[in-house]
C-alpha cells in the first residue's frame, strides 16, 4: 500500500506504479457523473442524463393512450388482435475513454513534479473512479510516435492495464524535444473518435501546447455525440519565467542566450501562453464542456474535486 499524501501534489520526473495503484484509497471522492440531459425523442417524457446510451428491452404490456407509437410491438398486436407496446430500459453502464498524453512537451515542470506525472496521476484516479461506479474503462494513451489503444470494459484487469501502460508511456519520457515523425493532437483525437461509442464519457488529459483549428473540429465532432471534459495540464514557469536570469536552451541543434530580464522577451513568452489558454476556454465555452485546470503545484484531486466531487456532482 502507498503511503504518499495524495491530497498533495506528486514529486518527481516519472511515476512510481504504486502511487497510481495507491490513489484508489481516495478516488472514491469523485463521482463521473453524466453532465447533461438527452434529448432523444426515444427516451420517454422524461429526459435522461444517459445520453446517447443504448436502450435494453425488459417487457411488452398492453398499449395505453399517450404511450410512444413508435414502440408498438407489431407482432404481438398482430398475434393477440391487441394492440401492445415494448418497455425497455435505459443500459446504465457506460464507457470512460481517457485519452493521456505522455508526449515530450508534458516532460517539464519546475515545481513539485512534470506535467506527465500530473496527468498520469489525474488518469489514474479518473480511471479508479469509474470503476468503482461500474462503468467501463479504456483508454488512449499516447507519445510523439506511439499510441496504446484499451477497449473500454468493465473489470479491474482492464484498469491495471491502463495504470501499466500509463507507467510504461511515462517512463519512456527522457527527452522534452520533439521527435521525427511526431503526431499532432489534432490526428490523436482523430483516431480517438474511431473508438469512442455514442455516450461515451471521454476526459482529454493534454497540456494542448498543438491546440489548432484541426482540435476544434475533431473536438466538436466528439462533443456532439459523448460527454467531453478536457483537462489542461500545466507548469507555473509557463506563465512566469524567474527574473534576472541568463538561461541556455537549444532545441538538439542551435543553442540561445535567454535573458529573463528582457521585458519586451518574457512578455512575448507570457502572452503566447495566454493566447493558448484563451483559445482552450473559448473551446470549452462554445461546445459547453468542463475544462479543469491541473497544476504540477497542486494536487490532481484538489483539483479535481470541484467539478467531479460527489458534493459538486449533486448540485
Known amino acids: 500500500m502507498s503511503t504518499t499524501d495524495f491530497r498533495q501534489p506528486p514529486q518527481g520526473a516519472h511515476v512510481e506504479l504504486d502511487d497510481l495503484l495507491g490513489l484508489r484509497f481516495v478516488a472514491g471522492e469523485l463521482q463521473l457523473a453524466p453532465r447533461s440531459l438527452s434529448r432523444s425523442l426515444l427516451a420517454g417524457s422524461v429526459r435522461t442524463r444517459f445520453r446517447g446510451r443504448g436502450m ?21 398486436t ?13 443500459e446504465r453502464e457506460r464507457p470512460v475513454i481517457l485519452m493521456l498524453d505522455q508526449r515530450p512537451s508534458m516532460f517539464f515542470g519546475s515545481r513539485h513534479c512534470f506535467k506527465s506525472v500530473t496527468a498520469a496521476h489525474a488518469a489514474a484516479l479518473l480511471s479508479w473512479a469509474a470503476l468503482s461506479q461500474n462503468d467501463r474503462i479504456g483508454a488512449l494513451i499516447f507519445s510523439d510516435t ?9 473489470s479491474r484487469h482492464t484498469l491495471l ?29 482523430l483516431d480517438l473518435r474511431r473508438i469512442a461509442k455514442p455516450g461515451a464519457a471521454i476526459f482529454v488529459i493534454s ?22 471534459n478536457l483537462l489542461a495540464v500545466s507548469d507555473p514557469m509557463e506563465y512566469a519565467l524567474p527574473e534576472r536570469l541568463q538561461l541556455t536552451v537549444t532545441d538538439g541543434q542551435d543553442r540561445r542566450l535567454l535573458d529573463t530580464g528582457n521585458r519586451d522577451w518574457v512578455s ?26 491541473l497544476s504540477t503545484q497542486q494536487a490532481p484531486l484538489e483539483a479535481l474535486l470541484p467539478v467531479f466531487g460527489k458534493s459538486a456532482c449533486r448540485r
Not at 489548432?212 to 460527454?227: F, K, M, T
Not at 483559445?279 to 462554445?286: G, I, S
Request: aromatic share 8%.
Open 161 to 189: 492495464h491502463v495504470l501499466q501502460q500509463t507507467h510504461q508511456f511515462n517512463r519512456q519520457l527522457n527527452d522534452p524535444r520533439a521527435q521525427p515523425g511526431s503526431q499532432p493532437l489534432s490526428q490523436r483525437l
Open 56 to 76: 435494453e428491452f425488459e417487457e411488452v404490456r398492453h398499449y395505453y393512450p399517450g404511450d410512444d407509437i413508435r414502440t408498438i410491438d407489431w407482432r404481438v
Open 268 to 293: 512575448r513568452y507570457r502572452d503566447l501562453h495566454m493566447q493558448q489558454d484563451r483559445h482552450l476556454q473559448r473551446l470549452a465555452a462554445q461546445l459547453a464542456i468542463p475544462l479543469v485546470q
Open 146 to 154: 506511439e499510441e496504446k489503444d484499451i477497449r473500454p470494459k468493465r
Open 78 to 90: 398482430a398475434r393477440t388482435q391487441v394492440p401492445h407496446t415494448k418497455l425497455f430500459r435505459e
Open 207 to 228: 497540456d494542448f501546447h498543438d491546440l489548432d483549428e484541426q482540435c476544434d473540429e475533431q473536438l466538436y465532432r466528439l462533443a456532439r455525440h459523448a460527454d467531453v
